[in-house]
């Protein structure tokens, strides 16, 4: 096996979406190495984001207001206190994403352009290139990574487990290059993104498939509310894995959720209609497609003939698939999209374990409670990465490298997609008792013969999650208990409890 010792103080980075490449920047002059499994920018779910970043940079907004709709959106499960830290810091962060040569899209008048989406009660998204806002931004932040000392960049990489002392402390990874490769160092960051990978339908690149949480878990790292995930309500259904995306941007600009025979439906559901809280929109689809009248987005009138300058890649599925969003009905369904749960961190990013710190969508920070409000997502990342950041700057690192770690089994492609089938049957947008037995079980037989693969752990933590928490909240709803339970709180485990 290949073994390599960072020098001494080297941040190991293991992820190269925009948490992991905006840590980076933010940590000169500490060197660090970033690791990622493929070409940068080709395996990231932040080059996919299409709404962009929120914040308050709008008269009349506030981060008072953020962070209520922040809350609001999270049903009862957001930390009110980081709620208010993210929106806080959103608009600065927004500022060194433009030094960087993030090019957000303008008005006439020279000011940020913003866009109002679902359960936001400003508009506040900050967008780049109309729906191109991840793609754009990675795209700037490649290009001064690369132009900085301090960062080393490893492509082809993939890291599979942690190494860990028996004191508990991280000392870094073991990965995959084509061989076993052994990385030490003093101090890890687990940026590695979500899980919607595991599911049949998703959003998310494939490779998504939570594989940093299977490695915390492994190691006995806390993990936080695994059940939550939040089913983004218009993929297109147009038979492509991963789903495209139809931005929420689109409703915000007047696009309409309807039927088969054309009618809008979603009034009959929530007050706030086409822009209710996306977990609500989910499920009205998912109801309307399991009933069999269809669901659809009207985009009809939207833009007009600017539809394909303001939403390049929407219009580019919709063409994919002979589809004219001007003047045809786009047929959409629920793909798995976002991950509320994931590592326990602190404030500053750091995890339950000395030496491994963790931020982005692999990381539980309590501030998108049980449904993330729309855009949040990419705001968390840099607000936290700017954190961990701040911590580990100039700060002294002891030296931790090294330690005790196991390559776990590789799941066989057809286990993997046999898995992926299974969760978006049993733990997708409605969920029940029964199916979650049923999950738990295929998960354990899977498990019994192949091994503790990393998407293994993780799914077995969803599904054993979804089955404890028996009532309807956020991302998690069971028909068998669709109300909420007022006592209700975060979930916070183990994986070596969950056995």
């Keep these: 096996m290949e073994q390599q010792r960072l020098s001494n103080g080297t941040v190991l980075i293991v992820g190269a979406g925009l948490a992991g490449l905006f840590l980076a920047l933010k940590l000169a002059p500490r060197p660090c190495v970033v690791l990622s499994p493929a070409p940068f920018g080709q395996a990231a779910s932040s080059a996919w984001a299409q709404g962009g970043l929120a914040a308050a940079l709008a008269p009349g907004d506030s981060p008072k207001s953020h962070a209520e709709d922040t809350i609001a959106a999270g049903a009862g499960l957001v930390d009110p206190d980081l709620a208010h830290l993210i929106a806080k810091e959103g608009p600065a962060r927004v500022r060194d994403l433009q030094r960087i040569g993030v090019p957000f899209d303008r008005d006439d008048t020279g000011a940020l352009a913003l866009s109002l989406e679902a359960a936001h009660s400003h508009a506040r998204v900050a967008r780049v290139a109309g729906d191109l806002a991840g793609r754009?931004?990675?795209?700037?932040?490649?290009?001064?990574?690369?132009?900085?000392?301090?960062?080393?960049?490893?492509e082809g990489v993939s890291a599979r487990a942690l190494l860990q002392h028996d004191n508990g402390q991280i000392g870094g990874i073991l990965a995959t290059n084509g061989s076993p490769l052994r990385l030490e160092a003093d101090e890890t960051v687990l940026a590695t993104g979500g899980v919607g990978g595991l599911f049949r339908v998703t959003t998310n690149p494939v490779e998504a498939a939570g594989h940093g949480l299977g490695m915390a878990a492994r190691t006995g790292a806390l993990i936080g509310d695994a059940e939550f995930i939040q089913f983004h309500p218009t993929a297109m259904d147009i038979g492509r894995d991963p789903a495209p995306l139809a931005t929420e941007a689109l409703r915000g600009e007047g696009a309409r959720l309807v039927n088969l025979c054309g009618s809008a439906f979603m009034a009959g559901y929530h007050s706030l209609g086409d822009l209710a809280p996306r977990d609500v929109v989910a499920r009205a689809i998912a109801k309307e497609i399991k009933a069999g009248r269809g669901a659809y987005l009207d985009c009809r009138g939207v833009l007009e003939s600017h539809f394909s300058h303001h939403f390049p890649t929407v219009f580019a599925a919709c063409a994919?698939?002979?589809?004219?969003?001007?003047?045809?009905?786009?047929?959409?369904a629920p793909a798995a999209h976002y991950h509320m749960g994931g590592i326990v961190t602190d404030l500053w990013g750091k995890t339950t374990l000395d030496g491994l710190?963790?931020?982005?969508?692999?990381?539980?920070?309590?501030v998108h409670g049980a449904n993330r409000l729309a855009s949040n997502s990419l705001l968390e990342a840099v607000v936290f990465a700017?954190?961990?950041?701040t911590r580990l700057r100039e700060a002294p690192l002891p030296a931790k490298a090294g330690g005790r770690g196991d390559l776990p089994p590789i799941l066989p492609q057809a286990d993997l997609q046999h898995l992926r089938m299974a969760m978006s049957a049993h733990c997708g947008v409605v969920r029940d008792a029964h199916g979650l037995n049923a999950l738990v079980t295929t998960i354990?037989?899977?498990?019994?013969t192949i091994g503790?693969?990393?998407e293994l752990v993780v799914a077995q933590l969803i599904a054993k999650g979804a089955l404890a928490r028996q009532e309807s909240r956020g991302g998690h709803y069971r028909s068998d208990f669709p109300n909420p339970d007022m006592t209700g709180v975060r979930s916070l485990v183990t994986f070596e409890a969950l056995l």
């Design 136 to 154: 754009e931004i990675m795209a700037s932040l490649i290009k001064a990574v690369r132009a900085c000392s301090h960062i080393r960049l490893v």
């Design 320 to 332: 994919s698939a002979n589809l004219d969003p001007r003047t045809d009905l786009i047929p959409i």
């Design 357 to 366: 710190s963790a931020l982005g969508e692999c990381a539980s920070t309590g």
């Design 386 to 389: 700017d954190r961990v950041a």
């Design 444 to 448: 354990g037989d899977m498990t019994a």
């Design 452 to 454: 503790y693969a990393n």
